[in-house]
Structure formats: C-alpha cells, structure tokens
C-alpha cells in the first residue's frame, strides 16, 4: 500500500458511476456472496483503480479490496458479519467497552466505536503495520476520539513475534516461526492493564489460529473482573490450537448462545 493513498482525505477515491452501480447490483443481489466477491473486486478495478471510498455498517471506511477478503466483504456485502456484530453491539452498548483482538482494518472495531459512543471505549489490537495504518485512516474518517489503538500483535508472551500473509490476503495475516516480519507482542492482560481497561463488555478475536494462546493465559492470569461479558471467536483454524480454548470458557462459565460459519459466539452465566 502506498502511504500516500491515505494521506488524501476520505471521499477522493467515492467511486465512479459505473462503480457504483456494480456495487449496488451486489448489494441487491446473491452476488454480494464470497464466491463472487473476487470477481466483482476486478470488475470495479477495471473501471477505475485504486481503493474505494464507501460507508459500512454507518462507518467510514477506504477499502483496498483487491488484496483484502475483509474489504471486499466490506465493500460488497452491507451485511458483512452481521451476525456477530449484532451480537458484540447487544452486549457493548452505548458507554460500553469493546476489545477487537485482530482488528485487521477495523471492521468490527470502527463499527463497534460507533456503536458505544463517546461514553464508551474500543481496545483495537492489530499488529500488521498496513492492517494497522488502514485501521487509523478508518478511525480518523469515521471521526472516533473514543478507539485506542495497539499496534502490536496480542499472544502468550510480552516480546515479539513473527507474522506473515500467504497469497495476496492482508487479513489472513498469521503468527509464523519461520519468517515474515517482526512485529511487537504483549499478552492481552498486559495491554488492557496498559489502557486502564477495568471491565471488558464483549470481545472478539481472529488471529488466524492463535486464539487459543491469547485466550490461555488471559483466563489464568486476569482477574475475573476483567473476563469479557460476551465473546466472539473465530474457530475456522482450531486445528492449530494447542489447547481447545471455547471448551476452557465453557468451563470457566460461558454458554454457546450461537455459532455462524466462521465464529462462536460464548455468553459468560
């Protein structure tokens, strides 16, 4: 990504009328599906290049969507991760605090910001340094004074790790032992302890497999004070888990209150 692309403010790259009416033919349509979203993402390159300039979830987002299954899931499909959002907003209402483990470019985190208002507070942990700059250009479009950035990547150990993207998908971003670039690393009790977080509303995390050493630890070290009210977990890569860690919650307390394709969705009792 070239810087800059985002130091020009939002609304320079709105889309063109051709644009717009392709966008608008997927959002009316089946074509706003995963399948199609690739092809759809070629089609709007062709008729104008760049990022596109477009409103999500009541957000403002640029959505580099050639090389991002998130901002295609963005930018074509209004109801992108519905389900979940509506979940994470029941639980972090207006003054409520959320935590987005993965941020990637902050459609959930920017979303939720919006939701739980000047009261509330967002937590947005995102270690990759394009992810990152993505999310605090959509942050500053959307006007948020109430989202706090973590540009570092959440895991078992306060130090650094490693994280690398297969293919052209930014935000399948991984933790890597054997190459990619270094990023900074806390445990997720650290950093909420360093943003003076004292209660958590609900939480969401995708990290690409790696939820299980985030979630461990956390629940063995914070303080029942800090356990999220509502979680949101991505379980598509749980066959890299050490430890089954939405078996853990249930343990802890938690209930399944619901399960979509990509993620389960715990309720602590």
Request: charged share 25%.
């Amino acid at each position: 990504m070239s810087k800059d692309l985002d130091d020009k403010p939002f609304g320079t790259y709105a889309p063109n009328a051709l644009q717009r009416a392709v966008i608008a033919a997927a959002h009316g349509s089946g074509l706003k599906r995963g399948a199609f979203r690739p092809w759809l993402s070629r089609l709007v390159n062709l008729l104008g290049s760049g990022p596109i300039d477009a409103t999500y979830q009541g957000a403002s987002f640029r959505l580099h969507h050639l090389a991002s299954g998130t901002e295609r899931g963005a930018l074509f499909n209004p109801d992108y991760n519905l389900p979940e959002l509506d979940f994470l907003r029941e639980h972090a209402r207006s003054g409520g605090t959320f935590v987005d483990v993965g941020a990637n470019v902050g459609t959930y985190a920017v979303a939720l910001a919006k939701h739980v208002g000047e009261r509330g507070r967002v937590i947005a942990i995102e270690p990759h340094p394009v992810s990152n700059a993505r999310l605090a250009f959509n942050a500053s479009a959307s006007k948020l004074t109430n989202l706090t950035l973590v540009k570092a990547a959440a895991g078992d150990i306060d130090g650094e790790l490693m994280i690398e993207t297969d293919g052209d998908n930014l935000g399948a971003s991984h933790i890597s032992a054997t190459g990619g670039i270094k990023v900074p690393a806390h445990r997720l009790l650290t950093i909420l302890r360093d943003a003076n977080v004292t209660r958590v509303d609900a939480l969401k995390i995708d990290v690409e497999g790696y939820e299980d050493r985030v979630l461990t630890g956390f629940f063995r070290e914070a303080p029942e004070s800090l356990w999220p009210n509502a979680v949101a977990i991505e379980h598509l890569e749980r066959k890299a888990w050490l430890h089954d860690c939405i078996k853990d919650m249930v343990g802890l307390g938690y209930g399944i209150a619901g399960k979509t394709r990509s993620n389960t969705l715990l309720v602590r009792k």
